[in-house]
């Protein structure tokens, strides 16, 4: 069985500030991660995937095989950056198996 | 490009109706359509999996003669909740991957709402 997890419901800090947002997973095979955000009253939308190893509005994320993470961090957040942030993994059967959620929200 | 449409946005129906809601892929054929439910402020669920020509996939606890997916062509795939209740009110989103690709394009969703 394969499972995602989120352990941050909310997530606050300040414009400028560093922030991260925790994923773990649990899957017997080689996975393959993905974060997607959707901000408000907008459509879910791929943020970025392990695979691409690529920097998207200055986020990125690094698959941890070891310690079964796949955090997602930027080290200067915006405003704009405020929005539900999903982590999904993708197996075998190559269907997306999503964790809960953070909710980010960055103040001013 | 690889745009995901849903139609209706958003649906008001009586108890014991029936409602259909489309997705279709506007510039991709997608060979596989997932169909997703979510609760407020939850995350998304995996109700079935859809292949073009083929009986969709159901996950576990979904009932497939209440919630009927039909994906005829390689940019259309309909669910049909069937008798609807006022417990199947939810927000429902599809999304559409092309052939060889791992990569899910989402819907916008559509609400619905049993009265």
């Known amino acids: 069985a394969q499972r995602v997890t989120q352990p941050e419901k909310l997530l606050s800090v300040f414009k400028g500030a560093p922030v991260e947002l925790k994923c773990n997973y649990s899957?017997?095979?080689?996975?393959?991660l993905f974060w997607y955000v959707q901000y408000s009253r907008q459509r879910l939308q791929l943020l970025l995937r392990?695979?691409s190893r690529e920097s998207i509005k200055g986020f990125t994320a690094d698959l941890n095989k070891g310690e079964t993470s796949f955090h997602l961090k930027k080290p200067f957040a915006q405003e704009e950056d405020s929005a539900m942030y999903y982590c999904?993994?993708?197996?075998?059967?190559?269907?997306?198996?999503f964790g809960s959620g953070t909710q980010l929200t960055v103040l001013p | 490009g690889a745009v995901v449409s849903q139609h209706p946005s958003r649906v008001i129906c009586k108890s014991g109706t029936s409602v259909k809601i489309e997705c279709r892929s506007l510039?991709?054929?997608?060979?596989?359509m997932f169909w997703y439910r979510q609760f407020p402020k939850q995350s998304l669920m995996l109700m079935a999996t859809?292949?073009?020509?083929?009986?969709?996939?159901?996950e576990q606890g979904v009932e497939k003669d209440k919630f009927l997916i039909n994906h005829a062509s390689l940019t259309l795939s309909t669910l049909t909740v069937t008798s609807a209740h006022p417990e199947d009110s939810s927000f429902y989103i599809c999304?559409?991957?092309?052939?060889?690709?791992?990569?899910?394009?989402f819907g916008p969703g559509t609400r619905l709402t049993v009265l």
């Open positions: 999304s559409a991957r092309g052939q060889g690709r791992n990569e899910q394009f």
């Open positions: 899957y017997s095979g080689s996975p393959e």
């Open positions: 392990h695979i």
């Open positions: 999904a993994l993708s197996g075998s059967a190559r269907q997306l198996t």
């Open positions: 510039d991709f054929q997608a060979t596989t």
């Open positions: 859809s292949n073009e020509g083929s009986k969709a996939t159901y």
